[in-house]
């Protein structure tokens, strides 16, 4: 079964320093990864996928399939980087088009 | 964009009440889906659908039941709405292959 793990339910930060929100996965297929965030009294929304390998807002991610991680990181956080975050799993065989979430790591940028 | 359009933002329903909470999209994804967001859980697939009249269960499907009669349209139905089933719900629509899109959110309160 596949499986979405975000260590931390809540992350502080202070404006400028850098912040890594953590994700691992269990999964025996070809994994497609997200990373989705949810401002205060917006909709969730996508902030990147892996197989872009684009940077969203100066976060990037890196697959890293040795350790079945998926970590978000941005060297300088902001305030406005403040929201929840949600590491998503999918699986890109097979006619399974579900998205499997992590629980979520609420991320808070301190001035 | 694509826009994917929740109904109702805000809805307080008696316990014992059947509920409907209604989602439409307008960009002709196949797949259709309903979560439950709850602090600390993260989100939880109940329905999802992958074609008009289809229907599969998630992972918490009990007490709940769903209708795509038309591509654009997934309703969620609670039978008989429980105090236990108040949470933020949230559809989202796909195409295959592709990333997800979120609607706003319902916030049903039962009591």
């Known amino acids: 079964a596949q499986r979405v793990t975000q260590p931390e339910k809540l992350l502080s930060v202070f404006k400028g320093a850098p912040v890594e929100l953590k994700c691992n996965y269990s999964?025996?297929?070809?994994?497609?990864l997200f990373w989705y965030v949810q401002y205060s009294r917006q909709r969730l929304q996508l902030l990147l996928r892996?197989?872009s390998r684009e940077s969203i807002k100066g976060f990037t991610a890196d697959l890293n399939k040795g350790e079945t991680s998926f970590h978000l990181k941005k060297p300088f956080a902001q305030e406005e980087d403040s929201a929840m975050y949600y590491c998503?799993?999918?699986?890109?065989?097979?006619?399974?088009?579900?998205?499997?979430f992590g629980k979520g790591t609420l991320l808070t940028v301190n001035p | 964009d694509v826009k994917v359009t929740q109904s109702s933002r805000y809805l307080v329903k008696r316990t014992g009440e059947k509920v409907f909470l209604e989602c439409v999209q307008d960009?002709?994804?196949?797949?259709m889906f309903w979560y439950r967001q709850d602090p600390g859980l993260g989100l939880r697939l109940i329905y999802f659908?992958?074609?008009?009249?289809?229907?599969e269960k998630g992972d918490i499907p009990e007490g709940y039941s769903v209708s795509r009669e038309k591509k654009e349209r997934f309703s969620l139905i609670l039978e008989s709405a429980s105090t236990n089933q108040t949470s933020m719900y949230l559809c989202?629509?796909?195409?295959?292959?592709?990333?997800?899109?979120f609607g706003s959110g319902t916030r049903l309160t039962v009591v």
């Open positions: 989202a629509s796909s195409r295959r292959g592709v990333g997800y899109t």
């Open positions: 999964y025996s297929g070809s994994p497609e």
């Open positions: 892996h197989i």
């Open positions: 998503a799993l999918f699986n890109s065989g097979g006619s399974n088009y579900k998205l499997t």
């Open positions: 960009m002709d994804h196949e797949n």
């Open positions: 659908s992958y074609d008009v009249k289809m229907k």
